[in-house]
């Protein structure tokens, strides 16, 4: 059975990584634990953005690569608060895979 995480090409342990929009646009980080992943953002200003990670978790033996996206988030002025988040038990073992990507108008 294919798992919805399966990446065709694929470029909360609590990992973390961090990308950012813009100089003065919001930051992000990602986060995974057992069976949760979530996107969080760090913004000085309210804007709607795009963020996704690449992650990986294990399935039937062997670690498989998924995305993680949050697509049209409008973001809060805050720190350190949740953009979106999975909570799946078949995410065993996620593990963040490279820097947040995002995207804002």
Known sequence: MRSRYLL??????TLSSCGAASAEGPTFTAKAGPGTLAIF????KAVLCTAEVVFSYMENGKREFG???CQNYNIAVG???EVCRVDDALLVEPIIEGPVTSQCQ
Do not use: V
């Not at 953002?41 to 000085?44: A, E, I, N, V």
């Open 8 to 13: 065709a090409l694929a470029p909360l342990a």
């Open 41 to 44: 953002s760090s913004s000085q």
């Open 67 to 69: 995305r993680h996206s």
């Open 79 to 81: 720190t350190d608060l």
